[in-house]
């Protein structure tokens, strides 16, 4: 694997791959526990600061409710498939970090998108007294997009120093 590179074939893939389906089964398993063991009591972690409640979260990111469930599902879907075309378009691009985030990306909105059309809602237990109600998906999702940001950022820092060097 060529991490100094602007390439990374084959073994990036296999990053992919490892991120996406260890991500999505560690969300549909910690879903699964939630459900299970959630559903009629709330276990205190640090207590007034983190616990686990199980909350089923009609609206968007964090509870936002900012559309109707078929509007988000059509517009999270969407989201969900162009990014996996940039990513596939722009494969030979990227650097190994890329791959990890897109795989964790897309492992989050998936993990997401199933419970949304499984039950309508999404399955959220992780509950901070600060922060809203989330899940290990949305802690993909983030993680991800930090990822693949950053790697669009450096790239778009290189290409800027290819200029100005006059390559």
């Known amino acids: 694997m060529e991490f100094k590179g602007r390439s990374c074939p084959g073994n990036c ?6 991120s996406y389906f260890c991500f999505l089964l560690l969300d549909r398993i910690t879903k699964w526990w ?5 559903s009629n009591r709330t276990i205190q972690i640090i207590p007034g600061f983190f616990d686990l409640t199980l909350r089923r979260n009609v609206g ?10 078929p509007a988000h599902l059509i517009i999270t879907s969407a989201i969900t498939i162009a990014f996996l ?12 970090w890329f ?3 897109a795989g964790l990306f897309l492992s989050g909105a998936w993990g997401n998108l199933i419970d949304r059309l499984r039950w309508g809602f ?16 949305d802690v993909a999702i ?7 940001f950053f790697q669009i950022w450096i790239q778009g ?4 120093e290819t200029k100005n060097q006059g390559i």
Request: glycine share 6%; aromatic share 20%.
């Open 60 to 69: 968007s990111a964090f509870g936002i409710r900012l559309l109707n469930p």
């Open 13 to 18: 893939f296999i990053i992919f791959l490892i």
């Open 99 to 101: 791959f990890l985030g």
């Open 122 to 137: 999404v399955i959220d237990f992780f509950e901070p007294s600060i922060w809203a109600t989330f899940n290990v998906a």
């Open 34 to 38: 939630a459900l299970n063991n959630l």
């Open 85 to 96: 075309y940039f990513m596939l378009r722009f494969l030979g691009n990227w650097k190994w």
């Open 157 to 160: 820092s290189e290409i800027e």
């Open 142 to 148: 983030i993680a991800g997009l930090v990822l693949v």
